[in-house]
């Protein structure tokens, strides 16, 4: 029996051998003759038989060895493609359509696993997963019970599975009727896992897989992974989840692709000592047994994604509050946190965002709690888990006594993020990687919408928007090593790619566009009706246009949302947009002349991407000495276009992409400019600081991209002794760090330090240096947000250009803190002073700061003292420092990668980091390889300063010889490095020459 199921052609030879056999025998009448001639038939009949079922025998024999064999190939991985010559392709087609051939012999020939996307054949609905979790050797292990619907008849079941030590499965019939097994396998090369069965599943019936399994907690923040803490001089550990994106299969066997969401019932058996946390309540739980183990058992979750699963077994402590419509809001962490009441801030703010997104998307949240979780260590800033979000210390613990305004606004915004994650990604949930910015790009802007709501006067969208998003990512995408933020993603190795800043900061600026373009009324109703069509399921970029077109179509607006935006998310990059009159004799000056083409940040002798075209909504208002007009929209859909506008004469100057809300740079004739720069420097509020911030940032990127000379943003920035608003002053100092790290080794260096000092050093005298220290009031919340912002960046830029006062008063500080043992320093320039005073001040200083990093608790003090060692221009100290971070557990795991960094920035320490970072790449890229942002973080962060020749050349050789498996984030260090290097062969004379003039005597 088992022989014929697994061998179709052995039975169909074995009916037939039967058959005759029973002819060769019927019974005749017994003559001698007749006896003889029965006999010899019988002998030769019997004989024949013999040596066909031996024939046969050989055949099956053959066959299962061959199969095995391919079996065997892939468990090691799978070394080639013998036997699977079916197996290639995409895996979308490898589902209902491609799995089955008709023959269940051909197994060998389909082998589904070989893809890298899930066969589709079957779906979960359900998963009961039970887990005992044992801290004292941090192992853990589990049973699982999936409940499957087969959707086409297959006999593979194939799920992922990873770093898991499965023992043998078993799949039951609906009836509970055991299924047998012809085999079942790990597939390490796509970490899954196989169960080849005897029999097909049958379309439409429910089954079930039982797997038991073992595996360890690891130790590098992915799947279930440990961490600890030091409380009173004891070492306590705890264990806690990070899945996304493609990391619940190293905890448990399941269907890891974000499509097949299911339902989860999970309990956790641990010692009595530990709390365990789970997306829901705990339903049941059990006394401690004779063994003081508790096993709780967490109600069933609604239908989610295997990676918003989560757990955490911990010995913390928490706070909590509840909203009005009964969710409990619980805050855990270390217990020294909550008794300091560190965790009250998030605690109060996430109470108040629940309301604001149940009322701006007119969709309550759906679970009936929701946990806060601080950890000493995790690989992101924070996890949106459905109902346990897991968060960083640093991130979510606020000590309001020496935390800064923009520490605090940091956290803020983190938590804001993460609570918009419970709509954007939990309960609507992109189909696949491509799509992720839908949930991030959501995500990340409204951070600066619900931060408004919170605190109104921050004036985050409209402002800070400008300079923290769209200013930066326009930075990357301006690249040609950019991509669109819709990318195609097939194998897993793909996926860690897309979680970048493209997705996250490009996603929104391009939805802030798009609700700019809306309007605020239509734009909400498009996201309820959005929310409300695919929540508990999964939705792509078309669901998201087709309710956003629908919402315009209701108020009778004739736009395709889809067909703008595939612009927009398709393509790489961004257009930069150029007005200028149009001063021809045959039209009036009411026209303008606009074109489009593809912007590459640093320049490039040759434009590649010359096809490149979009949809762009272009805002633009003309103006003069003493007003400017109502902005009209103009829509630009091809590379050269003449519109309409109001009246312009001589002095009449242009402005486009009125406060920033397109996606997209502007330039002008250099005759506009020049009216520009008057007006900014005449009376710069008829420009709104928006558009202000705006100049400043594509005066400097265009210029560096060769679109405009040098001088131009040079002298726009003139003005800035008389600005008065935070916002573009922060444009300007991003603009001078951006040429500080090209041109600090220069010879030249001091024109251009001197020429910084002198745009800030009256603004600078006028604000001062904060009165209020610590303890004067300690609610940071009261504080003027903008005047704080603006005096902090003014005493930066001061500080970092050589500021003789501003140095004198930092170190100042430093004395007075160590002869008094008080730290005095005003919160929210303490990183400034701490830096600088370790700049200037000798070895003991550095000790100082050494030492109270290592006793102070509050978690947003750590950080910066650490970056103020990175400050040092004593190289030993440097190195040291260095040396301490990778091979110690002095400096904690997640801050290693922002010594490097820090170190790089200090040009005492650029050729230390560099080295440091070649030298140990082995060991940082196993560490992190894998977890998403920090090796391209890392990158990035160590390049972006090289600017000559020869460390142009030691990059093209580090990525020849080791940089395989980095991702995308070489190829633009590569290209980011390149173009430093042109920049300083094409520009930086003409610079220079700009400096040495008299700038009243200069244009351009």
């Not at 050989?58 to 036997?83: I, K, M, N, Q, Y």
């Not at 305004?405 to 993460?418: A, D, F, I």
């Amino acid at each position: 029996m088992g022989l014929n199921d697994s061998s179709p052609g052995a039975m169909r030879n074995g009916r037939g051998l039967t058959d005759q056999w029973a002819e060769s025998v019927v019974v005749r009448p017994r003559t001698t003759e007749r006896h003889i001639t029965v006999h010899k038939r019988l002998v030769l009949g019997f004989a024949l038989s013999i040596i066909t079922l031996i024939i046969v025998t050989a055949v099956a024999v053959a066959l299962s060895l061959r199969f095995d064999d391919c079996g065997g190939r892939d468990r090691s991985g799978g070394r080639g493609e013998t036997g699977s010559r079916g197996s290639g392709g995409s895996g979308r087609l490898n589902g209902s359509r491609g799995e089955r051939t008709g023959e269940r012999g051909d197994e060998e020939v389909v082998q589904p696993w070989k893809n890298s996307r899930l066969p589709g054949s079957v779906r979960p609905r359900h998963y009961d997963l039970r887990l005992a979790v044992y801290m004292d050797n941090f192992t853990f292990s589990g049973e699982v019970s999936v409940e499957l619907e087969c959707v086409n008849a297959t006999r593979f079941i194939v799920l992922h599975a990873d770093r898991l030590e499965v023992r043998r499965p078993q799949p039951n019939r609906p009836g509970g009727g055991v299924m047998r097994i012809h085999r079942h396998f790990p597939y390490p090369a796509n970490q899954m896992y196989v169960v080849v069965l005897h029999r097909e599943l049958k379309p439409m019936r429910v089954y079930r897989l039982n797997v038991s399994f073992d595996a360890a907690i690891e130790d590098e923040l992915l799947g279930f992974f440990r961490s600890s803490y030091t409380l009173q001089r004891e070492r306590r550990y705890l264990a806690v989840t990070q899945f996304s994106p493609i990391h619940a299969r190293k905890a448990f066997p399941c269907f890891d692709e974000p499509i097949y969401k299911a339902t989860f019932s999970l309990s956790l058996r641990h010692d009595q000592q530990y709390t365990s946390l789970s997306n829901m309540p705990v339903e049941s739980g059990s006394p401690a047994d004779e063994d003081g183990w508790v096993t709780n058992r967490f109600a069933r979750t609604p239908r989610m994604s295997t990676y918003y699963l989560a757990w955490a077994v911990c010995n913390f402590t928490y706070r909590e509050t509840q909203t009005s419509g009964g969710v409990t809001i619980r805050l855990y962490a270390r217990p020294d946190a909550i008794a300091s009441g560190a965790g009250d801030y998030a605690l109060h703010i996430t109470k108040r965002l629940l309301g604001f997104y149940e009322d701006y998307f007119k969709v309550q949240y759906s679970l009936p709690k929701l946990d806060l979780l601080a950890v000493p260590k995790h690989p992101y800033a924070a996890m949106e888990n459905w109902g346990l979000s897991v968060f960083q210390e640093q991130k979510i613990l606020l000590d309001a006594e020496v935390s800064s305004s923009s520490y605090q606004m940091e956290l803020t915004m983190v938590v804001v993020h993460e609570i918009c994650h419970q709509w954007f990604g939990d309960l609507v949930t992109p189909v696949w990687w491509e799509d992720v910015w839908l949930k991030e790009g959501f995500a990340h802007f409204f951070e600066y919408v619900g931060t408004d709501f919170l605190f109104p006067k921050w004036n985050m969208e409209k402002q800070r928007f400008l300079t923290d998003v769209l200013h930066e990512v326009m930075l990357l995408d301006g690249l040609s090593s950019s991509h669109p933020i819709s990318q195609e993603v097939e194998q897993a190795t793909d996926i860690d790619r897309v979680f970048d800043w493209i997705a996250y900061k490009k996603g929104a600026a391009l939805i802030r566009m798009l609700a700019n373009v809306m309007g605020q009324t239509l734009f909400q109703k498009g996201l309820n009706d959005y929310l409300l069509s695919h929540m508990y399921s999964n939705a792509a970029r078309d669901d998201l246009w087709s309710k956003l077109t629908q919402a315009m179509h209701s108020e009778g607006r004739d736009i395709d949302i889809g067909e703008m935006m595939d612009r927009w998310t398709l393509q790489m990059g961004y257009p930069v947009v150029t007005i200028s009159k149009n001063q021809s004799e045959q039209l009036p000056t009411r026209y303008i002349t606009v074109t489009q083409e593809h912007f590459l940040t640093i320049g490039a002798e040759t434009r590649i991407f010359e096809n490149l075209q979009w949809q762009v909504p272009l805002t633009v208002a003309v103006g003069n000495a003493s007003t400017v007009s109502t902005e009209s929209l103009l829509w630009i859909n091809n590379r050269t276009e003449t519109h309409k506008v109001g009246q312009m004469d001589d002095s009449t100057w242009l402005l486009g992409n009125i406060n920033q809300t397109g996606y997209f740079r502007v330039n002008y004739d250099l005759q506009n400019w020049k009216l520009l720069i008057q007006q900014l420097h005449s009376n710069p509020q008829i420009i709104s600081v928006g558009n202000r911030a705006g100049l400043i940032d594509d005066a400097f990127n265009l210029a560096r991209a060769g679109y405009l000379p040098q001088g131009i943003p040079l002298q726009l920035i003139g003005y800035l002794p008389e600005e008065t608003s935070f916002l573009p002053w922060h444009a300007a100092s991003r603009a001078l760090y951006q040429l500080d790290k090209l041109l600090d080794r220069t010879d030249d260096y001091r024109l251009f330090s001197d020429y910084v000092l002198k745009q800030v050093a009256s603004r600078y005298h006028q604000m001062g240096w904060p009165t209020n220290g610590p303890g004067t009031d300690g609610n940071i919340l009261k504080a003027s947000y903008q005047t704080e912002e603006l005096q902090r960046e003014l005493i930066m830029l001061a500080c970092s250009f050589g500021n003789k006062q501003c140095h004198r008063q930092a170190v100042a500080y430093i004395s007075d803190w160590i002869s008094s043992n008080k730290n005095r320093i005003p919160p929210n320039i303490r990183d400034i002073v701490y830096c600088t005073g370790v700049s200037l001040m000798d070895e003991d200083v550095w000790e100082f700061i050494w030492m109270k990093f290592h006793s102070t608790s509050a978690v947003s003090e750590k950080k910066i003292l650490l970056e103020a060692l990175t400050c040092s221009d004593n190289t030993f100290l440097l190195n040291r420092l260095l040396n301490l971070s990778l091979s110690s557990d002095l400096v904690p795991e997640q801050d290693v990668i922002d010594v490097i960094i820090h170190v790089g920035r200090n040009p005492q320490g650029r050729n230390l980091a560099w080295k440091y970072f070649r030298d140990k790449w082995d060991i940082l890229n196993a560490r992190y390889g894998e977890a998403l942002f920090m090796n391209s973080k890392l990158i990035g962060g160590v390049t972006e300063f090289l600017n000559t020749e020869r460390e142009l050349n030691e990059l093209k050789e580090f990525i020849q010889s080791s940089g395989v498996g980095a991702g995308p984030a070489l190829p633009r260090a590569l290209e980011i490095v390149e173009g430093n290097v042109r920049w300083h062969r094409l520009h930086r004379r003409h610079f220079y020459q700009w400096l040495r003039k008299p700038p009243s005597s200069t244009f351009g």
